[in-house]
């Protein structure tokens, strides 16, 4: 399963982006998707995370300004982010969870990830 994330860039305090991380593959089934960042000098943080039924969970500091999002039809999942801050400056990565067709009736569970796309924020 091979995972492509786009849409990161540079942009002003208290402006948007929208990334998008499209799967292809032999994909049977998506479990979860998620976005994660890590910014310089810090450890890689889970921001955002959408379930097969939906529900989704965002790490405090993005509530009310990022959603995560998913279009099954398409195995991508976005992340639309406004009011954007310097602090959320960092390089966006892309996982996705599910279980993928290993041929001859077999399937078998995978975790993937995407490259990450950076995203700056000026003051």
């Known amino acids: 399963v091979q995972l492509q994330a786009s849409g990161g860039g540079l942009v002003q305090a208290g402006g948007s982006l929208r990334l998008s991380c499209a799967a292809s593959?032999?994909?049977?089934?998506?479990?979860?998707m998620y976005w994660y960042r890590q910014a310089p000098g810090k450890e890689r943080e889970l921001v955002a995370t959408?379930?097969?039924?939906?529900?989704?969970s965002y790490v405090d500091s993005v509530k009310g300004r990022f959603t995560i999002s998913r279009d099954n039809a398409k195995n991508t999942v976005y992340l639309q982010m406004l009011s954007l801050k310097p602090e959320d400056t960092a390089v966006y990565s892309c996982?996705?969870?599910?279980?993928?067709?290993?041929?001859?009736?077999?399937?078998?569970?995978?975790?993937?990830w995407g490259q990450g796309t950076q995203v700056t924020v000026s003051s």
């Open positions: 996982r996705v969870d599910g279980v993928l067709y290993a041929g001859g009736g077999s399937y078998t569970p995978f975790v993937s």
């Open positions: 959408i379930r097969s039924g939906g529900s989704t």
């Open positions: 593959g032999s994909i049977f089934s998506i479990s979860a």
